[in-house]
């Protein structure tokens, strides 16, 4: 979970968080949430593990002004030998605001997709049913 | 059509262009495709038309890095009362590096959906027509 | 205080945090920085009194990278009637990355300067001082 | 020279072009500029020497908005050794919206401050030449 103000920075002159800015907010809450499972994204990178975005799906619901408390909740829904899933809510008060999903890839050094880790995956997959569960 | 270099904003640690990045893109695409349809945004906005982004799907193909020429193009796929869908891709050397798709909505000062003017419509329907009839 | 990690979207390229990326955390700093002087931006916008920036000043001292965890700290240094100016240190690990000052002027709903409201300045002025006796 | 119009992007709520955004108009005209001077700067780092500001100063002049035509020129105002000096306006009809100077500095691939290397330096004095004559 990743909880943020909205700043001057996150907005537009329409007065609302860019549209944009919400794939930033996607970002700094899939971090968090890997390392709440056990995985922090930079040490996977040392040890040749990168994770790219292959495809993302948002859809905004709401609008949210200057000064707005936004929580980002991301849970991981789908996880395959190379690939995972991972489901984004940002809520203001309780109320949804945008959702997306992002579709990742488990990329090597020179870009080409690998299959992740063994320990990659079976705390991806334990952080799965933790999120069946709860929801 | 919006052609641009990356430059080091556009890019991350990885090396390459950070994925919302693309969604900054597409907006400087569109706002050069509309104004080439006789659609000038700032000028609608001051005639109390606003266009929103109600939902985007972006898919990430190849990857772009610092120096390289990216050219973007938009066509409208879509127009309906109060929306429309703009396609959206980002080639290097007339290769595809993403595509996207975001589905846009005619709101007033408020905020509140509202049919768009009959003016901005057939300007968006005679510009599908030239997109539908060159690709 | 504004405490927040190095994520991709703040980097570039050269593995290290963007340069411009340190104004963003200068704003995340003086906004909570100010509410912690019992300024709330935002409301003070509601009742018509808007800060802007009218010059930075920014030393890059050090490199930041991703997942590093840094620390701004935001003091006011200078208080006139209608100007403030705010000085911004950057740390990672207690040691400075960057060091910046913004100069900030009070302006109204049209961008006029005027003389900042009487509660505005006792309050930069009492959070001046208590800067000055702990550093 | 660099010429852009503002995209949503640019914005903020203020309505106008948040004031770190400059920082990103300064960096693509100066890779412009050094572009027509012979320095390519994506070329140089393929043998080795980088470019990093040490230190940026920013003034804010005017506003831009929504829409507006920017031209963002750089000029080289001093060169040294290792270091070199830039300095960028930002105009709108000629009119200057914002002024700045950012401090260079080469340095080697491990981020050690490194003499520049003669060719580079010959361009650079070639241009500050041109400028000085021209402005």
Request: neutral net charge; charged residues 25%.
């Amino acid at each position: 979970m990743y909880r943020t103000r909205v700043y001057y920075q996150d907005t537009d002159a329409g007065g609302v968080v860019y549209y944009a800015n919400y794939l930033k907010l996607f970002e700094k809450s899939w971090f968090e949430y890997l390392l709440s499972c056990g995985i922090s994204l930079p040490e996977w990178e040392e040890q040749g593990t990168y994770v790219l975005v292959k495809r993302v799906e948002l859809d905004l619901l709401d609008k949210s002004r200057y000064g707005d408390e936004l929580e980002t909740h991301t849970t991981v829904t789908d996880v395959k030998n190379a690939q995972f899933t991972l489901a984004h809510v940002v809520s203001r008060d309780g109320k949804p605001v945008t959702r997306g999903q992002t579709f990742m890839v488990c990329v090597d050094g020179t870009g080409k997709p690998k299959r992740m880790p063994e320990d990659f995956k079976t705390r991806l997959l334990a952080c799965q049913s933790i999120s069946a569960t709860t929801t």
